[in-house]
């Protein structure tokens, strides 16, 4: 008997991981940055200003910032 895995509805992307043992701390500027940037994403979110997932420009783009092509 053959086990097939269940096909997902969602899309999803293997990426390799990279386990880091020093992560940089935010100072407060920074974090403020970040929180008010994570704020904006929800509010686009919630007010349906969202594109598409698309798999091959992900992955290009992906692959571009891990050979350093984009900063």
């Keep these: 008997m053959k086990n097939d895995a269940p096909k997902l509805d969602r899309e999803t992307m293997a ?3 990279v386990t ?3 992560v940089p701390v935010l100072n407060e500027q920074e974090r403020a ?3 008010a ?3 904006q994403a ?3 979110v919630a007010a ?3 594109k598409p997932f ?3 420009d992900f992955k290009k783009r992906f692959l571009a910032i891990c050979r350093g092509e984009i900063a």
């Design 42 to 44: 929800e509010a686009d």
């Design 54 to 56: 698309n798999r091959e």
């Design 20 to 22: 880091m043992e020093e």
């Design 33 to 35: 940055d970040l929180v």
């Design 48 to 50: 349906g200003r969202t």
């Design 15 to 17: 990426v390799p991981i």
């Design 37 to 39: 940037s994570l704020k």
